[in-house]
């Protein structure tokens, strides 16, 4: 019996993210074309992808610790968050810096994805609460 990789489970759960990501970055690139706007078009696009791949990530990483048995801890979920965000952040700003005015596309392609990480996973997150939250006493004991 073979194992699916963390990566490929990770990508699975996230699949309604990355595949309004992916129309995101198709729309970014067909609309920019014939506005004439096609380096704005691009780099809202590879922001796009670098906020996908941050977000994949960061699913990774936690699928990996929950797989080898232990949860991390904050310091270890805020260590590895930072690590990611800045790495991913620094490539952004690199791109914006190198390619400015419209590199600096990638910034806004990047806090779009996030907005659209928060919704995909603070939605359910919240009904969940909600669903707890709502259930009798006597069902928790």
């Known amino acids: 019996m073979t194992t699916t990789p963390s990566i490929v489970r990770s990508i ?3 699949k309604r993210a990355l595949i309004t990501a992916g129309c995101l970055v198709v729309a970014s690139v067909w609309i920019s074309v014939p506005l004439g706007e096609w380096r704005g078009g691009m780099f809202l696009a590879i922001g796009i992808v670098l906020g996908a791949i941050n977000h994949l990530l960061t699913e990774h990483f936690l699928l990996r ?15 590895g968050s930072a690590v990611r965000l800045l790495g991913i952040s620094g490539i952004a700003v690199v791109i914006a810096l190198v390619f400015w005015p419209h590199g600096a596309a990638v910034l806004f392609g990047l806090a779009i994805f996030h907005l659209i990480a928060l919704v995909f996973t603070g939605i359910p997150l919240l009904r969940e609460v909600r669903k707890e939250l709502n259930e009798p006493i006597e069902e928790k004991a």
């Open 65 to 79: 610790q929950v797989e080898g048995g232990e949860l991390p801890t904050r310091k270890q979920y805020a260590a």
């Open 12 to 14: 699975r759960n996230q």
